[in-house]
C-alpha cells in the first residue's frame, strides 16, 4: 500500500467527559450551559484531550445558539457573547498547551430543539430557513477565529446544502461536514451517502471544504462510509460514538467500548481513506491516546 500521511486527530466527546467530572448537562443547552455557569471545566476538557495526543479541539458550540440561550433567559447580547466564548475557551486552551488547532462546532438545527430531531433532521424547514437559522452563529463563530469549523452531526441532504452556502460566502473558512448516518451507505435522513458527497465536492475543489464524512454514528458503519468518500476523491472525516448503544426506552447506554478496540478500529478508518479521526459520544482521553497510539505504530 501507497504510503500515507497520518491523519489529524480529533478529540473526543465533549459532554462525555464534562459528565464524567461531574457535571450536570440536563437541560436544553446541554454542555453549552457550562459556557455561562462553568467555563472554566470546559478548558479542562480541552486540556486533558490536548493531552491525551488530540491535535484538534472541536469548541463547545455543538447547542450554543442566540435563540436557544434567549429562549432561556439570557439578553441578546450575553447570547451572543456566549456563542464567541465557546471558540475563545478552546482557543486560550490551545495557546496554554502551546500546540493544536480549534474548530468551532457547528451542530444541526435539531440540536437547538432538544427533541430528538437532530437525528432524523425531521424539522419542517427548507433549505432556505435552515439558512437562515445557521447564518447568525456561523458569523460569530467564524469571526471568533477558529483555525477550522466542525459542521456535525448533521442528518441531512438538505441541511449540508445550507452550511455549504455559507462555506461558499464566506472567503477563507476552512470547514468539514460530518454527517449522522442510520447504516454504512446512508445519512440518518435516507440520503445516499455517495450522493451527499458528490454533492459537496465542487466545494472541496475549491477549497472551502477540507472534509467530508461521519460522526455520532456507530463504528461498525465507519470503513464503507469513509471508502465512500474517499472514492469520490475527498478527504474524508471520521468521529464515531464508542460503539456502546442508546436504549430510549431506558435511557441508558448499553454496552462496552474498549479503548484498544477502538484505536485499533481508526487504524482502520486511516487506511481506508479518512484525514482527520476521532471519538463522539462515550469516547474520552483515553480513546483518544489510543487512537494516537495506533496511528503512531502506522505511521511510515
Do not use: K
Request: glycine share 12%; aromatic share 8%.
Amino acid at each position: 500500500m501507497e504510503a500515507r500521511n497520518t491523519p489529524l486527530v480529533l478529540d473526543g466527546g465533549l459532554a462525555t467527559l464534562l459528565e464524567s467530572y461531574g457535571r450536570d448537562l440536563g437541560g436544553g443547552l446541554w454542555s453549552a450551559r457550562l459556557l455561562a455557569e462553568d467555563p472554566d471545566v470546559i478548558r479542562r476538557a480541552h486540556r486533558d484531550y490536548f493531552e491525551a495526543g488530540a491535535d484538534v479541539a472541536i469548541a463547545a458550540g455543538y447547542q450554543a445558539s442566540v435563540p436557544a440561550f434567549t429562549a432561556r433567559g439570557y439578553g441578546r447580547a450575553e447570547a451572543e457573547r456566549l456563542v464567541v466564548r465557546s471558540v475563545e475557551l478552546a482557543l486560550a486552551e490551545r495557546d496554554a498547551f502551546g500546540s493544536g488547532l480549534v474548530a468551532a462546532g457547528v451542530g444541526p438545527y435539531g440540536a437547538s430543539l432538544a427533541d430528538g430531531s437532530e437525528y432524523t433532521g425531521d424539522y419542517g424547514l427548507d433549505e432556505d430557513g435552515l439558512y437562515r437559522w445557521h447564518e447568525e452563529r456561523w458569523r460569530l463563530l467564524v469571526g471568533a477565529g477558529a483555525d477550522l469549523v466542525a459542521c456535525e452531526t448533521i442528518p441531512s441532504q438538505v441541511e449540508a446544502r445550507a452550511l455549504a452556502r455559507l462555506v461558499r460566502e464566506t472567503p477563507g473558512v476552512r470547514a468539514w461536514v460530518s454527517f449522522s448516518c442510520r447504516d454504512g451507505e446512508h445519512l440518518n435522513d435516507g440520503t445516499p451517502m455517495r450522493e451527499a458527497v458528490a454533492e459537496l465536492a465542487p466545494l472541496y475543489a475549491a477549497g472551502g471544504l477540507v472534509a467530508v464524512g461521519a460522526n455520532c454514528t456507530a463504528p461498525r458503519f465507519v470503513p464503507s462510509l469513509v471508502r465512500t468518500v474517499a472514492e469520490a476523491g475527498v478527504p474524508a472525516v471520521a468521529y464515531p460514538n464508542s460503539g456502546e448503544r442508546w436504549d430510549a426506552a431506558a435511557r441508558r447506554w448499553t454496552g462496552t467500548s474498549e479503548p484498544q478496540e477502538f484505536g485499533a478500529a481508526a487504524r482502520g478508518w486511516w487506511e481506508a481513506g479518512a484525514a482527520l479521526v476521532g471519538g463522539c459520544c462515550r469516547t474520552g482521553p483515553e480513546h483518544v491516546r489510543s487512537v494516537r497510539a495506533h496511528l503512531a505504530s502506522a505511521a511510515p
